[in-house]
Each structure stands twice: as C-alpha cells, then as structure tokens.
C-alpha cells in the first residue's frame, strides 16, 4: 500500500513515512530522476553514480523501460549493487507516462524497495529513453537530471524544451566525442545558460576516471539539504 503520497502532479512529497516493521516514522529516501533521450547516457550515469556512492550511502534504483528490463540487466550485469537494490518498471507505453502522468508503477517500486532493503540514502529513479519534453512528477521524484550528450550536435542545449530549461540538474555527457562530431563546448555552455538561467549545468565524460564527480556532488549537495530540513 502507497504510503504519504503527495499530489501526483507538483505538490512535494512528504519528509517522511510510516515503517511498517517498527510502527514509527522515519525520513524516506531523496528521490532523484535521471531523464534524457535514447542513448544519452543515463544508464552509464546511473552505473557510474552507484559506484562511487555505494561506499558512502545506502542506495536503490529503479530503471524505465518501454517492453524490457533491459536497463535494470544492464546494471546487475556490472554488479554496481547489489541485486536486490535494483528494480525494473516496464512502462508498455511512452516513457514520460510513467514518469509524469500516472506515476503509480515507480511510486510502488520506490516504496517497494524502501521497505525491503531500507532505510535508505537515496533512490535514483531512471526514466526510459524520451525527448527533450521528459519531466519528472514532483509527486515521484524530489530533483530531476536531465542527461543530454554532444554525439547530437552542439545545437542541442538551443533546442530548448522542459527536460533542458526546468530540470534541477542539466549534464551535457560524452564530452570526450566533440572532437569527433565538431560540437563546440563553449556553444554548448553558452545556449545552456541561455536556457537555464541559474540553473546548474555540468559536463563530463564517463570514460574518464571522474568523469561523473561533477554529478556526484551535487547529489551530495542536495543530499545534505534534505537532511536538514524538517
């Protein structure tokens, strides 16, 4: 059964909830999506993520994925935690759905795995590969990244669209490849800015030992937020 739901659409969800083994409250989990179009990188992000921040929280992912589990494979597949940490949602229909409109399938695999292997850090919830339109419910998730890589071109951050201009954290991912594609990083920057406003921006390249520490921290940063507040 859901626990302390908030309003699906853009209410935020509550600090805490009721454990069911011992009767009283606790502080659920951050909850942080990772959307962005096929191919991106969210999964490798995700993978990346896990690993250097297994040691230091306690952490759960759900994955997205229209008709497989293939992203949730993909990750017990590289052992970045343990099996049991690892869920799969098969949304049978456009990725967004799942993740904005009718948030009921992530919202009891979330809660699912916070019961199970809880108390829990953080929870990184994955979105199926979608278009720049991706946005996350504020009902399911408490931060939102959005994933984007230069193998598209530069023009990307100008295109504009919710998952680029309104999500907390934008990463501008593979940057290793812009040589090999003629994308100009500084364009990149710029046009992000344009669209972002103060919104953070970070690039990096997963192939690189810190590629995903820019990501990291900022976790982190908003990690320490929530266990501030009351």
Known sequence: MHRDHADPVDAPARHTYTDTTTGGTRRRALRIGLGGPVGSGK????????????????????????????DAEFLLRNAVLPPERITAVETGCC???????????????VEELE???GPLDLVLVE???????????RGLVDHQIFVIDVSGGDKIPRKGGPGI??????????????P????DLDVMARDAAAQRGPLPTVFSALT??????????????????????P
């Open 43 to 70: 999964t490798a992000t995700v993978a990346a993520l896990c690993r250097l921040l297994r040691a230091e929280l306690s952490l759960a992912v759900v994955t997205n994925d229209i008709y497989t589990t293939e």
């Open 95 to 109: 990725p967004h759905t799942a993740i904005r409109d009718d948030i009921s399938a992530n919202l009891e695999a």
């Open 115 to 117: 019961e199970a292997v």
């Open 127 to 137: 979105s199926g590969g979608d278009n720049l339109t991706a946005t996350f419910s």
């Open 165 to 178: 201009s309104t999500s907390d954290l934008l990463v501008i991912n593979k940057t290793d490849l812009a």
């Open 180 to 183: 090999l594609v003629g994308a």
């Open 208 to 229: 690189s030992p810190d590629g995903v520490a820019p990501v990291a921290d900022w976790v982190r940063e908003r990690l320490a937020d929530w266990r501030t507040r």
